[in-house]
């Protein structure tokens, strides 16, 4: 809590290593919120702690949140990583706080952040109308 980082141990990572993953402020704030609920485990359910999610007790959080349509565990990372794109996340930032091993996987994310482009975008602004005005030289195809 005091560093703000959620730490995945190996044995929970795909990769098989420590993965640091660090926590902004709306996370920290559940955490705090959550803190005395249990002695040792941050989530609990009906007292008792939860410490792994199986997918019949995801399936009925779920349908608790009256979510009906197909959704699994793995649409939250999709989600975590657009939304991340979309506030500006640069990719190489992403890859390394989704600790993804390869440069490609989060290329996916890409299509999600336009910004960057603008400036590109703009460089051709004012060239239409400074051409309007001239004999044409080309025909457009």
Known sequence: MARGVAWIHPDEAKAGRAIGVPSNADALEVLRRRRGEHLEYVFTYQGRPVDRCSTVAFKKALARAGIERAFRWHDLRHTWASWHVQSGTRLRELMELGSWS??????????????HLRDAAGRIDGTFSSHVNQPATFRLM
């Open 102 to 115: 390869s440069y490609e996987m989060v290329l996916r994310y890409a299509h999600l952040a336009t910004d």
